[in-house]
């Protein structure tokens, strides 16, 4: 196993002017073109920001594949170049593999393979994939950590922070410092590729028995702290998939399936997945799904999850006492009847599609935007409220619903979802989850979350 890498001053510095002369050169043409009435190329800039965040690598580039992600939250021309980042960020080339690699397994690395392709195949946020086949014949899927990463991921978080800082002076509707904690525990997490194989593992255990869900196998002898390498998950991305594939039973098959996958670990382990943007999973011709990234990976107290199920009963029965007893829990505190009123504006529209013993799409709408509308509402109502501060353990769960709300959307599936998620909970039992969650996480030696 390599030595991990150290977070030092010199590449936080690097880091620092990188983010400003990639992303400030930007901002200054967009400027010049909104307040003054300046011809930059307005053409060019959405293809300015998918290469300044995709050649920044790490954190930043994750918020651009979020946005990617949520239909209508930009303008096409946007979308279509962020897209690209989800499964096509700018690669390092093979000196740089050939250098990592050996500083992983050795000089003789590649003794530990049949074949290695030395050109990425995908490449994200923290590290690049390539393909490899091992001294048994197994495709593989090898992801290599980039370079001096530690350093990159705290040099974004503090400038993360110091955003967040001006943000909270000028609008006081959403108080972020639980939220920041959050991400800053997830990313850090995310760094250590031995942590994201034992996730693999976790989901493999929680997983085993849905049929149509595949969870590739860690190859503990080709993986350290900066190198996981994989089996290999055949499938095509979530946007080819769906140009190919006209036939409304067949995406139904796939919002069903991807369904499961987030949420029968999380009702019945307290295990969720915290990252859904589309580079993170493909398609099999016959709707299967293959999951294939673990890095952001979130476990809950056992009572955080009934409260997801309090909220709804509470909700769907007009029961204000189980309602308000459900943000306690998640870590809400001295909510008054406005701020509680206004967050379950958002509730009611996130549940929405559970509330209704029938088959439609996830928003009557098909479309974002009423989404945005409502986000922008609650956004308004929270700031007249003086704000409120969301709890840490509400920020991956939130993300999951909206991620995911956004692959069906995008799917137009028609699906009972009121009959999914009645099917995960209506045997819930607190101890069982408690019990099932330890055993899993025990199996696949998974450590306790920060």
């Known amino acids: 196993m390599s030595n991990r890498e150290t977070n030092s001053l010199g590449g936080r510095m690097r880091r620092y002017a990188k983010v400003t002369g990639a992303v400030g050169g930007m901002a200054f043409r967009v400027a010049g073109q909104r307040y003054l009435g300046l011809d930059f190329g307005h053409r060019d800039l959405p293809v300015d920001l998918k290469e300044a965040l995709g050649g920044l690598k790490g954190p930043l580039m994750k918020v651009a594949q979020i946005l990617g992600t949520i239909p209508d939250a930009l303008p096409q021309e946007y979308l279509d170049q962020l897209r690209q980042l989800q499964a096509n960020a700018p690669s390092m080339g093979r000196l ?47 992801k290599l950590q980039y370079p001096d990463m530690s350093s990159i991921v705290e040099a974004d978080l ?62 503990a002898d080709l993986s350290t702290d900066r190198l996981l390498t994989m089996t290999w ?68 107290r056992p009572d955080f999850v009934k409260g997801v199920i309090d909220l709804y009963h509470g909700l769907s029965d007009e029961n204000e006492e189980l309602v308000v007893e459900a943000y306690r829990v998640w870590g809400f505190s001295n909510l008054d009847r406005g701020t509680i009123e206004v967050l379950n504006h958002w509730a009611r529209f996130v549940y929405a599609p559970l509330m209704e013993d029938k088959t439609q799409r996830i928003q009557e709408t098909n479309t974002g935007v009423y989404g945005r509308e409502v986000v922008e509402k609650v956004h308004s109502e929270l700031r007249r409220l003086n704000g ?34 009645h099917d995960l909970i209506e045997d819930f039992d607190l101890d069982a989850v408690g019990d099932r ?11 306790e979350p920060a």
């Open 388 to 421: 409120v501060r969301p709890p840490r353990e509400f920020v991956l769960m939130d993300r999951a619903a909206i991620g995911l709300g956004s692959v069906f959307l995008h799917l137009g599936a028609e699906i009972n979802w009121y009959r999914l998620f």
């Open 96 to 142: 740089f593999v050939r250098r990592r690699m050996r500083a992983e397994l050795g000089e003789d690395w590649a003794s530990h393979f049949a074949e290695f392709d030395e050109t990425a195949v995908a490449a994200a946020s923290l590290g690049q994939v390539h393909w490899a086949r091992s001294l048994d014949g197994r495709a593989l899927a090898a």
């Open 233 to 300: 998950l055949n499938g095509e991305p979530l946007l080819a998939f769906i140009a190919a594939n006209k036939d409304i039973e067949l995406r139904n098959r796939v919002a069903f399936n991807m369904f499961r996958a987030w949420y029968v670990p999380f009702y019945r382990y307290g295990v969720i997945h915290g990252d859904p943007h589309l580079g993170n999973y493909n398609f099999r011709q016959n709707g299967d799904v293959n999951v294939l990234d673990f890095g952001c990976i979130r476990v809950f």
């Open 437 to 447: 969650q330890a055993s899993a996480m025990a199996s696949a030696e998974v450590s």
């Open 158 to 219: 503090n400038q993360l922070r110091f955003v967040i800082s001006i943000y909270e002076r000028y609008d006081k509707a959403i108080q972020a410092s639980e939220i920041y904690e959050e991400l800053v525990a997830r990313m850090r997490e995310e760094l250590d590729y031995q942590r994201e194989a034992a996730h693999m593992r976790l989901y493999r255990v929680m997983l085993k028995g849905e049929t149509s869900i595949h969870v590739p196998e860690p190859m």
